[in-house]
């Protein structure tokens, strides 16, 4: 989803995927995080600091809260820091009018003492004009290498949520739900295959499943082993 935000003079494009959603996050360990998260748009909303290691889903559940609280009628950015904080910070101007701001990798403000101002400034800004802030880090605020002791405590405030990795049970369900949208289906035994000869880490499993869904609708093949292994090796299938 493109969301175009005019802040002063800079006309500023957050996006979120459409895809990351609460319907397609496996919560499996992470129950809490994502009835939090179900909880935008409604009575007990309130802001949120997701942390966990890479992997874990933080990145997936702050897109979700932009597209929960998008359905329940309230404009709503998606803020990837690793993405913008290069730029100048006046991209933070004007969005204390939104009803969320989402802003993910907060660890990307260490040494950049004008975007934990920015920050700082459009918490308060947004807390007082009644929006919401969910952000999402590594680990706790004290420990992000912050300069400003004032973005510390107000991040100290905020219910802070620690979302755990992904363990192979949870890999085969986010697996299964990432062929199943695609009107696929993948048998336990390509499963076990994929888990034992491909990375672990689950942003190159999606990307595997990109990869075997485009070859899959191409070659009119089921994700059998025998399909998978060709199709990863570059070769042909019997």
Request: glycine letters at 10%.
């Amino acid at each position: 989803m493109s969301n175009a935000i005019s802040t002063g003079q800079l006309a500023l494009d957050f996006r979120w995927s459409d895809a990351a959603d609460l319907a397609s996050f496996v919560a499996l360990g992470n129950e809490q995080a994502a009835a939090a998260v179900a909880a935008l748009g409604g009575p007990s909303e309130q802001s949120l600091y997701l942390t966990g290691p890479p992997g874990s889903g933080k990145s997936h559940l702050l897109q979700a809260a932009c597209g929960r609280v998008s359905d329940a009628g309230g404009p709503a950015v998606y803020i990837s820091l690793g993405d913008h904080v290069a730029g100048s910070v006046a991209q933070l101007e004007g969005l204390e009018g939104l009803s969320l701001v989402a802003v993910d990798d907060l660890d990307c403000l260490a040494g950049r003492d004008d975007w934990q101002e920015g920050v700082f400034h459009l918490y308060n800004r947004l807390r007082d004009a009644g929006g919401l802030m969910v952000v999402s880090a590594p680990a706790a605020p004290a420990a992000l290498g912050l300069g400003l002791p004032d973005l510390v405590s107000r991040l100290d405030s905020l219910l802070r949520l620690r979302l755990t990795a992904a363990d192979d049970e949870r890999r085969r369900q986010i697996l299964a739900a990432a062929v199943a949208r695609r009107g696929l289906d993948l048998p336990d035994a390509s499963t076990d295959y994929l888990l034992r000869h491909e990375a672990r880490d689950l942003g190159h499993l999606m990307s595997m499943v990109e990869r075997l869904d485009a070859a899959s609708l191409q070659a009119g093949r089921r994700l059998t082993v025998p399909f998978i292994k060709s199709v990863l090796s570059d070769q042909p299938s019997a």
